[in-house]
């Protein structure tokens, strides 16, 4: 047990300032936007490039992890997130491009690292709790960037909040260290790292009937999230005439709703033992959240908006514990890290496609409202389809 919270507290930290890394471009683009002169859309085009780089990370990075060990992947994914971050600085959509794919390096590999570290720890019995309880570092990671973010872009610029990051993740990197000895002993030195066997794991998700519904939910469910993440405060500023401190502010409230979110759902899909009733109504949820989401228009009062950001938070990015323990429970027991890094491939592919996607029709329509829509729809559907009685015995 000692060994099990230790991992979970480990995972925890490492992948919230992995994720506050990734969100810092979303919660100050406005003021990257002011500065360079940008179109606001160009968010989009930044977070599709940077999880197309991801699909790729996510897929080699289960034979890193078999070779050198959960600890050791993780330290170097968080020095190559420093420096994407640092490639950022100069400003400009070229540089922009490329500190996506670096970080895209770095990140990827976070999760199934962490779920290979995880899954030699947790019992059965206690994989949704543990599993969601680590992947509150996602939320918490946009908490820490929607409070701090604005606030360091104030005083330094956009740049400032930047190097905060870097200098996050670099301490991290330095902290994990020690637990190398603890937690990679399994690892094996002389295990094969190839492009052909990475994607094979693409192929034995898409032929496992229960591993290919999650990866179709977590292309939907992933794309869904992302664009809540990356349009979220800009929609804020731009249609409800909120500064950049109080779309920061909500922000971190829908992050926080996440945070509490995973936990509960992983709960319930623990001691009613009915994850994929929970994606379900998980699915159901965050469609009609978004869609009312995407029909405001200025002047609701803080306490409507707060809740909405509670309820948005809770479904749209409450997901990922239970998705995340429901494939190591599905995977075979010496290949958790790389099936999962498998299925992660396919949530990165939604995360590309669906912010370039949303930009696309926020540029031809000028409308946030069509966007919510078409994102909205395929996740009810998700959703359904989990709650079909055939699919939820599956």
Known sequence: MQLLILAVVATLAQQALGQMSLVVMPVVAPNVAADLGLDPSFIGVYIAVLHAASIVTSVLSGAFVMRYGGVRVSQIGLLLVVAGLGLALPGGMVVFAASAVLLACGYGPLTPSASHILAKHAPPRLAPLVFSIKQTGVPLGGIIAGAAMPAAALAFGWRGAFVVAMVACLAMAVLVFPLRSRFDRDRQPDHPISARQAFSNLIFVARDSNLRALAAASFVFGGMQIIVIAFYVTFLVERLDYDLAGAGFLFAVLQG??????????????????????????????????IFFGSLDAGLPTPVMVALAVVMGAATIGWNGVFLAEVALAAPAESVG????GVIAYSYTGSMIYPAVFSAILAATGSYFVGFVAAAVPAALIGMIFLWPRRARA
């Open 257 to 290: 709703a996440a945070m509490v979110g995973r936990v509960v759902w992983g709960w319930l899909a623990g001691r009613y033992r009915s994850p994929r009733v929970v994606l379900g109504l998980l699915g159901l949820a965050m469609a009609a959240a978004n």
């Open 338 to 341: 790389a099936v999962t890094g």
